[in-house]
């Protein structure tokens, strides 16, 4: 089994998330017989949270970089970050550290292939669903992707900011985002949804949206898995 590195705090409950399930379902294929070692770097989220908005690339590949190392340095085989959005600087974080990150984008196009997805819809921050880092996986195998309008944009951005990534999950905001979704099933065909930010699952899920979803922590964890596994 090799341990597993992981940066977090980007937020604290997609990090309690990778954690919990990553033990557990380890526990359950060995039969009881195994758990993973695991070590967490946890990031300021704030500090990497203003990066991002503020546009200061390089300062977050420092930051992160430097987490990834310190995870190589405590002999960590398999390292990922926690948070869609921080991937943005994937490709920087890799070239810094030379170390290959497990991918969140990567892992959700496999599945999306596997699936035979020709059309998918993308929820997230404001950077997943504006920028390329989600999407040019999937664009590369011939899926298209479509994100919501800008005013649903700014609407998810915002519950994500103030309630998800706090832990708070309402059931108002669960009308609002599925109103989104078939939104898009209507003016784009798309056939799912992904939950491009880790904190989503925490409010949709296949048996309460209204499309199927592909939950990014649930593929990027089975991924990690199998990678650790191996």
């Not at 500090?47 to 300062?59: H, I, L, Q």
């Not at 997805?117 to 504006?130: A, C, I, R, S």
Request: proline share 3%.
């Amino acid at each position: 089994m090799k341990k597993i590195g992981l940066v977090g705090g980007t937020g604290p409950e997609s990090t309690l998330m990778y954690y919990k399930e990553l033990n557990s379902r380890i526990d359950l294929l060995t039969g009881g017989k195994e758990m993973p070692e695991i070590a967490v770097e946890s990031v300021n989220f704030r500090k990497a949270w203003d990066c991002v908005s503020d546009g200061k690339y390089g300062e977050l590949t420092s930051y992160l970089s430097e987490k990834v190392n310190l995870l190589k340095r405590s002999g960590c085989e398999i390292i990922a970050l926690t948070a869609g959005t921080m991937h943005i600087v994937f490709d920087e974080i890799e070239k810094n550290t030379n170390v290959s990150l497990v991918s969140i984008p990567k892992a959700v196009c496999d599945e999306a292939v596997r699936r035979k997805y020709k059309k998918v819809g993308l929820l997230g921050t404001v950077f997943t669903m504006e920028q390329d880092y989600m999407k040019k996986d999937l664009r590369s195998a011939g899926i298209d992707v479509f994100v919501p309008c800008k005013e649903d944009r700014e609407l998810i951005a915002k519950r994500i900011l103030e309630e998800l990534e706090l832990g708070i999950v309402n059931n108002s905001t669960l009308q609002e985002f599925n109103a989104i979704i078939d939104r898009m099933r209507i003016q784009y065909g798309i056939e799912s949804v992904i939950l491009g930010c880790t904190e989503l699952p925490l409010l949709l899920n296949n048996k309460n949206a209204v499309l199927p979803c592909m939950d990014s922590v649930d593929i990027h964890i089975r991924e990690l898995i199998k990678h650790a596994m191996m």
